[in-house]
């Protein structure tokens, strides 16, 4: 596993796509479980991986497409302790 460094705009700006057939988290290391998924088309979204009610493993959960939010929007609501539900990503 890499080392953890805190994400940027630039730094995601700069993620390059994932090996052919994979999905690759890049992990932020100011927030606990926050990640940028990038994959093998270079497309890249935030997520955010805890163990949620009810399931007994962490999963990722999708917050928002890189470009579409920005970092400050998720970071901001995780931090809090808000946490996301899809339909509340697409909503605004």
């Known amino acids: 596993m890499k080392a953890k460094k805190p994400l940027t705009p630039r730094s ?5 796509a994932a090996p052919k057939g994979k999905r690759v988290l890049i992990w932020d ?32 959960r999708f917050i928002g497409t890189v470009g579409a939010i920005s970092l400050a929007k ?12 899809s339909s509340e990503v697409r909503a605004g």
């Open 29 to 60: 290391a100011t927030i606990q479980g926050f990640a940028v998924r990038v994959t093998d088309t270079g497309s890249k979204s935030f997520v955010l991986v805890t163990r949620y009610p009810g399931d007994k493993h962490p999963t990722p």
């Open 12 to 16: 995601i700006d700069a993620l390059e």
């Open 74 to 85: 998720p970071s901001y609501r995780i931090s809090l302790g808000a946490g996301y539900r």
